[in-house]
């Protein structure tokens, strides 16, 4: 059976899962230019999809594309779901294929994916596998770094692990402000969604996804691989 790779390329790092079919081998996260050339040349895939949150084709990855055949996940490329997003060309890849891999993984009703990183993006695809858009807003530590960067004295919170909900000195109040006010939000983006397409899966994936997974009070799914289930779904649709 082919081996197939799917690459998340991020902002600082990369992540990467290798697939038979549909069923994902391994994993590996937190990986620089040598580190993911190094993995590629070890495993040696027959095909590899790259989505890569900065956009077009990646130099040093060119120098061994002649070994497998590769695709760049971009607005143009067929998907197996229907996107109804009024600028396509605008909506980040990532996006597109954590709806993917929702749809692919949660086919009995229709999924909102919460992923928490550097922003929160909700994106909503029905049970049917039309992609409705979603939200975004700043992420936990976006909160963080802005109230620090925009003023003259608050800190920099690089841990919140606790928080109270009412804080009794300024870095308590900026971390009770930032969880207890980002916990809300997702709570209530939860029930608008409700009000307006019915009952749902509610999927969190991201970097924060553990940190919210018991201060949310829904049922939900955590699943830190949706966008590399995405990818590989979509790379077999394009075979």
Do not use: W
């Amino acid at each position: 059976m082919a081996k197939k790779l799917a690459i998340d390329i991020g902002n600082t790092f990369s992540k990467a899962g290798l697939f038979e079919g549909e069923e994902l081998l391994e994993v590996k996260e937190r990986l620089g230019k040598v580190d993911l050339l190094c993995f590629v040349r070890d495993i040696r895939p027959d095909f590899v999809i790259i989505c890569n949150v900065g956009g077009g084709k990646l130099n040093f990855f060119e120098e061994i594309a002649d070994d497998f055949q590769i695709t760049y996940l971009d607005y143009t490329t067929h998907l197996p779901i229907q996107n109804d997003y009024a600028s396509p060309k605008t909506l980040g890849m990532d996006r597109i294929a954590a709806a993917v891999g929702a749809y692919s993984l949660y086919q009995s009703q229709s999924n909102l994916i919460i992923d928490l990183g550097t922003c929160v993006t909700y994106d909503f695809i029905t049970k049917q596998g039309v992609y409705k858009g979603g939200r975004i807003s700043p992420g936990m530590r976006s909160r963080f770094r802005s109230m620090h960067e925009f003023t003259g004295t608050l800190p920099m919170i690089e841990n919140a692990e606790a928080e109270l909900n009412v804080g009794n000195d300024t870095r308590s109040c900026m971390i009770s402000g930032v969880v207890n006010g980002l916990r809300a939000e997702i709570e209530t983006c939860i029930t608008d969604f409700k009000s307006e397409f019915g009952d749902f899966n509610v999927i969190l994936c991201g970097g924060d996804a553990k940190f919210f997974e018991s201060r949310i009070k829904r049922s939900i799914f955590v699943n830190q691989h949706l966008v590399l289930h995405g990818l590989n779904r979509i790379l077999e649709t394009n075979d």
